[in-house]
């Protein structure tokens, strides 16, 4: 672990946004900001059930994770067509370049939009290209995680697999999202293993709003190597011991859980106890046009409601490359820019 110099309070934010990290839970289809969601329904001839932009975000409150999930379901259906999902790509990926994000792990669901009888490939190819583009374009790498819908039955899981596998290029894993209470992963240990077998990456959503007994399975059952949210975790120390044992990553996602009232206030957010017991956090957006804010939101107003410090910051970036599916020559490289960051940053 490296020792960090201390920043002042003041200079903190600036330090939070300048360092290269890396964003490893943002579900692409919540970053469809309402300008481009008005402008998308225009393209495709269709109506948002709101006056304005203002009021559209107007109504972006939420009592529960179910509550987002219904107005997120809702948002989805002005995509359309492989230029839709090539265009919200790319509106991420400008705003992840201008965080710094080096290196993005991005989550999509094809079963919503083939539920609105859109192909699969059309929003793999979609997304896939807007990744091609922002490593020329931007200078940043860009991988995809499809996330199976865990209301939604095995048969259908095992289906969305099916679509992909054409795409299996394209993708370097799969997850397990959508509503969590009543739906534990113990029903997608097939298709997850299936995964697996074909090579790719496996995570899951476990502990946002439902038990550590979610995480335990989420790990044990479906044998995924990083854990969405967790921040359940912390009800349960044999766990706690179990994912600082095994080096267990946890995509940690403050405004999210302050957005759905996981946690009353960032105050009262657990992101520091979670690194003091030595859990490998990460910080990310989830769904930043949803929750007021990108991954360096997410670091800011977190730092400052919890007191965090540069040491925090530096762990957390450098957890954040550690997390990543990328090799780990990357993995060195990325974390090296990060240490020359913090020794020549004043
Ligand atoms: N939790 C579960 N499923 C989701 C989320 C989330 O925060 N965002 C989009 N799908
Ligand atoms: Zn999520």
Not at 50 to 73: M, S
Not at 85 to 99: G, S
Not at 261 to 278: C, E, I, K, T
Request: glycine share 6%; charged share 20%.
């Amino acid at each position: 672990m490296m020792t960090v110099k201390p920043i002042s309070a003041q200079r903190l934010p600036a330090l939070l946004a300048r360092m290269p990290k890396a964003e490893l839970h943002m579900h692409i289809e919540g970053s469809l900001e309402p300008e481009l969601m008005f402008a998308l329904a225009a393209r495709n001839g269709l109506q948002v059930p709101y006056a304005d932009v203002e009021t559209l975000r107007r109504a972006y409150v939420f009592g529960n994770l179910q509550e987002f999930l219904d107005i997120y379901h809702a948002g989805t259906l002005v995509l359309r067509s492989e230029q839709d999902f090539y265009d919200m790509t790319w509106a991420y990926l400008q705003r992840a370049a201008a965080d710094h994000v080096l290196h993005t792990e991005i989550f999509f669901d094809t079963q919503t939009h083939t539920g609105h009888g859109l192909s699969a490939d059309t929003v793999l190819n979609g997304l896939h290209r807007a990744c091609v583009d922002a490593k020329t374009q931007l200078g940043i790498s860009a991988s995809l995680i499809l996330c199976f819908l865990r209301h939604l039955s095995e048969a259908e899981a095992f289906e969305a697999l099916e679509q992909a596998m054409p795409h299996l290029d394209k993708l370097v894993g799969i997850g397990l999202a959508s509503s969590e209470v009543g739906h534990p992963p113990e029903k997608f240990a097939r298709v997850f293993a299936k995964a697996r077998g074909l090579g790719l990456r496996l995570v899951a959503h476990a502990g946002e709003e439902g038990p550590p007994a979610y995480i335990w399975s989420a790990l044990d059952v479906l044998k995924v190597e990083r854990i969405d949210h967790g921040v359940q975790s912390m009800k349960d120390s044999a766990l706690v011991a179990r994912l600082k044992q095994a080096r267990i990553p946890l995509t940690v996602c403050p405004l999210s859980n302050l957005k759905l009232r996981v946690f009353p206030s960032l105050a009262q957010h657990n992101l520091g106890a979670m690194l003091d017991a030595g859990l490998m956090a990460t910080v990310n957006s989830d769904d930043p046009a949803y929750f007021g804010g990108y991954v360096n939101d997410n670091f800011t107003q977190t730092f400052a409601a919890l007191g965090l410090t540069a040491q925090h910051a530096w762990q957390l970036a450098y957890n954040s490359f550690e997390a990543s599916f990328i090799d780990v020559s990357a993995k060195r490289a990325y974390q090296a820019q990060l240490a020359e960051l913090f020794e020549t940053f004043e």
